[in-house]
């Protein structure tokens, strides 16, 4: 026989090839080959496929001078379009994408539950509400499905914060557990049963998941009847032997550090593993070999990055319905590209004006293809109009933790933006012939090199030395800081003066992933306006550090440039250009440097003086408009100053353009919130139970997450889950409910009631009338967007499964239960807008299991 079936040219025939394995060759696949591979075993023609991050875009295998990728919206803004048929597009991108990149699995789309504000990931993520997130992972999930690219849901469960991520033992209910965190997984299994799941790096109720038979076995297994391939996190192994018996697959990244074959051989001769268990393993690893080859991606394939015009034009679809408008005084907005009486003046202002957050920090964030800044989309439009709108600029307040990247800023030798790299066997003043190893243009001042290789160098040899190198032309005169953080040693010279030392005078700070490098070093230099300066960041890597418990991989180096200055002056210059301007708008929020995996934030404040510059400007101009940038909510105290509040998340690629579109009214807004804004983090559920406390976290809220808490307690939030407003206006009327057999039809006339074309999200929500235990007040059961002329009407149909839509999770009989009675559909256009309501009664008590 041959492991290759005849019905296909590529498919592995698993029932030949579990017998031909020998258990070395078979203990082997049950662990990565490297970072981003499965193992192959020539012999009998099995390969190695590739996997990729991709929450937000597929980066390809390499961290360092990556092949640039389009970034997408975080998943909190996918998530806000409430469109379906959107997000399958979506998948369907990333699905090529990832196949330009040769990955035939993508790690991703998350859904874990945006439990908190302070969540480090929770921008990943797409909501607070299961149903909106699996819903929403599931059309990721079809997408990338669509192009035969494996998707791999992740974080397989309840990993819903970064504190003590991989010790941390989160308490619940059973209910709670099946109700809103096993939910998103359990809708995407059952609507598009994605071909592989990554398990969480934390405990469940005393138990790693990635070695609990309960939760892989019983529930993902049996339950779910789930036949998809389940890999861990990286390094979220914990176990030889529970890990296998569990049925936890693959264990990533490799090489392996737990099923090295002459120990995991031995437990299986010493019947400590069962070779049954072995096999099982191996089949799933098989089938996940076998669904990957589906996407046909040529062996010797070269990562690419995808041009297409095409892409841009749906991630800014998608970036135009994620925005949402939280408030428009005054029907300040849209803003006219077109001065009506003479010339008009606005400045745009704000840390984020002139940045590009793309993504949150962590393993979702990638190098982008390009970046369209704000200021950049809003100039873009007021060209349009012919530059009759006059465009004032200040920073007003700084945002950076540490100095912003200047890949952008830099001139290199070619004359173009970007940083000239040089990468050395022996370190600057060497006497003698330093061999040069390798040569890079680089675009970010911010390098990562823990894959970075040389084939001048030994196989295992990580020390080696760099200088980045380019021009720095001063837009004014002033005295300029330079810094760097490193995991290494790192000096920043300035016509080959020392400015920055990182070498001889190192800290242990938060630089770089989890925390692992120094403090950022700083220096200053008086510089004059448009004079070229030659700046060289002279780098050596982990070996050169000089703490304690240094890095082990190759190491990396941040370093930055930035006018120096003080809040006050920064705040001053911009009030004094908003005293000259028709209307203010600012761009502030968060960044990847503040939102991302491996911490959570501290409190729900924007960081810096951010709060003080938009209050000042306030009081001298009251036609302000703030444009938020965060993956999760944060605190607005001017809220009740400024006329309008455009909430855009880290919007991807085309961010600036998408922004500008929301606000110049070539797109009207139509995203809905996929999470409650709280008026203040005391008043989240989670509030007194987020975070490791002595290696545990009880979720006390239970099933009142979100939307559900505010509404049982009767707390107004500062803006409720499912809002969002419009340019126009919208009538829901006509509601129809019927229960055919086992669903519930829903039908409403919506009217576009005002002057311009416009989408409105209808949302369906179920209410026990008398319910027997303690329920939410109401839940979202399913949505739909649709799109309307002005004046235009259509009949919207949405068919409601009754049993998903009315049962809760007996924890007594370890069952689904429907209770008969009466229940209320709530169509609204928010969680707390109501405009119609209909009613269902069903007429016997339900118990089920599974799908």
């Known amino acids: 026989m041959s492991p290759i079936k005849t019905s296909s040219s590529k498919e592995l025939d698993i029932d030949y090839l579990i017998e031909n394995l020998t258990l070395p060759e078979k203990i082997s696949l049950l662990a990565g080959k490297d970072f981003w591979h499965t193992v192959p075993i020539p012999r009998l023609n099995i390969p190695s496929i590739r996997v990729s991050d991709g929450p937000n875009g597929i980066r390809g295998t390499k961290f360092f001078n990556s092949i640039p990728s389009n970034c997408f919206p975080c998943g909190t803004g996918l998530a806000a ?68 690219v494996v998707a791999c849901l992740k974080h397989f469960v309840c990993n819903d914060q970064e504190d003590d991520r991989k010790a941390v033992d989160t308490l619940l209910t059973d209910r709670a557990f099946r109700e809103i965190y096993l939910k998103p997984f359990h809708i995407a299994i059952r609507d598009v049963n994605p071909k592989a799941l990554m398990t969480s790096y934390n405990k469940v109720n005393g138990e790693h998941v990635s070695q609990s038979k309960e939760i892989i076995q019983d529930i993902l297994r049996k339950e779910f009847n789930y036949n998809g391939a389940l890999m861990s996190d990286w390094f979220g192994t914990y176990s030889t032997k529970a890990a296998l018996d569990a049925g936890l697959n693959l264990e990533m990244p490799g090489p392996t550090r737990f099923r090295q074959a002459i120990q995991t051989l031995h437990a299986v001769q010493a019947n400590q593993i069962s070779q049954e268990v072995i096999d099982d393993n191996v089949r799933y690893v098989l089938r996940l070999v076998n669904e990957g080859l589906k996407a046909e991606i040529p062996d010797d394939v070269i990562e690419s990055a995808n041009e297409d015009p095409a892409a841009g034009e749906l991630l800014r679809k998608v970036g135009d319905q994620s925005i949402v408008l939280l408030k428009n005084e005054n029907n300040i907005l849209p803003l006219s590209k077109i001065a009506v009486k003479g010339q008009e003046k606005v400045a745009i202002i704000g840390p984020n004006a002139k940045a590009a957050q793309d993504s949150g920090g962590g393993s979702a964030s990638l190098a982008a293809r390009y970046k369209i800044t704000p200021w950049e989309g809003i100039k873009s439009k007021i060209e349009e109009g012919g530059n009759t709108v006059a465009l004032e600029y200040a920073l007003g307040a700084f945002l950076d933790r540490n100095l912003p990247d200047v890949g952008d800023i830099l001139i290199n030798e070619e004359g173009e933006k970007g940083i000239d790299a040089r990468f050395y066997k022996h370190a600057p003043g060497y006497k003698g012939d330093r061999l040069l190893l390798e040569t890079y243009k680089l675009s970010t001042s911010k390098v990562f090199l823990s894959d970075f290789k040389s084939d001048r160098l030994e196989p295992n040899d990580i020390l080696f030395y760099a200088d980045f190198t380019g021009n720095f032309i001063p837009d004014e005169t002033a005295e300029y800081e330079f810094g760097a953080s490193c995991l290494g040693t790192a000096q920043v010279f300035v016509d080959d003066v020392l400015v920055a030392d990182n070498k001889t005078k190192q800290q242990k700070g938060d630089a770089f992933f989890l925390g692992m490098g120094t403090r950022e070093e700083r220096g200053s230099i008086f510089l004059e306006k448009g004079k070229s300066y030659n700046v ?12 304690e418990g240094g890095p082990v991989e190759a190491g990396g180096v941040y370093f930055g440039i930035r006018i120096k200055s003080t809040p006050e002056v920064e705040i001053k210059k911009a009030v004094e250009i908003a005293k000259t301007v028709d209307k203010v708008v600012i761009v502030a929020g968060l960044s990847k440097e503040w939102e991302s995996e491996g911490f959570d934030r501290p409190d729900m404040e924007i960081p810096g003086y951010t709060n003080q510059l938009i209050d000042e400007i306030t009081k001298v101009n009251s036609n302000v408009i703030v444009v938020n940038q965060s993956g999760s909510p944060v605190n607005f105290p001017w809220l009740d100053k400024v006329q309008a509040l455009v909430h855009a998340w880290y919007g991807g690629n085309e961010l600036g353009n998408t922004i500008a579109d929301v606000l110049f009214g070539d797109y009207n807004p139509s995203g809905k919130l996929s999470v409650t804004f709280p008026k203040r983090l005391q008043d989240n559920p989670s509030y007194i139970n987020f975070g490791s406390t002595n290696g545990q976290v009880w979720y006390g809220e239970d099933v009142f997450v979100g939307y559900r808490y505010y509404e049982k307690i009767d707390l107004e939030p500062l803006y409720p889950f499912g809002y969002g407003l419009s340019y126009t206006t919208f009538d829901f009327k006509d509601l129809v409910v019927k229960s055919i057999r086992d669903n519930v039809n829903i039908k409403v006339q919506v009217t576009n009631t005002g002057k311009v074309k416009g989408a409105e999200v209808v949302q369906v929500y179920i209410q026990p009338e008398t319910p027997l235990v303690n329920r939410p007040v109401k839940e979202l059961k399913d949505f739909a967007k649709v799109e309307l002329e002005a004046g235009e009407s259509k009949i919207v149909e949405l068919n409601i499964s009754i049993k998903e839509a009315t049962s809760y999770w007996n924890s007594q009989k ?34 089920w299991l599974g799908l």
């Open 814 to 847: 370890k069952s689904w239960q429907s209770d008969k009675g009466s229940y209320k559909i709530l169509v609204g256009n928010s969680s707390s807008n109501i405009s119609l309501e209909g009613k269902f009664i069903t007429s016997k008590t339900l118990n």
């Open 536 to 547: 060289r960041c002279e780098f050596g890597s982990a070996p050169t550090y000089t703490l």
């Open 81 to 148: 379009t409430f469109n379906k048929d959107l997000l399958v597009e979506a998948g369907e991108l990333m699905g090529k994408e990832a196949k330009m990149k040769g990955a035939s699995v993508i790690l991703g789309p998350t859904c874990n539950i945006v439990r908190s504000p302070l969540g480090g990931r929770s921008f990943e993520s797409y909501s607070e509400d299961p149903l909106l997130s699996g819903h929403a992972a599931a059309c990721i999930v079809k997408g990338i499905q669509n192009e035969n």
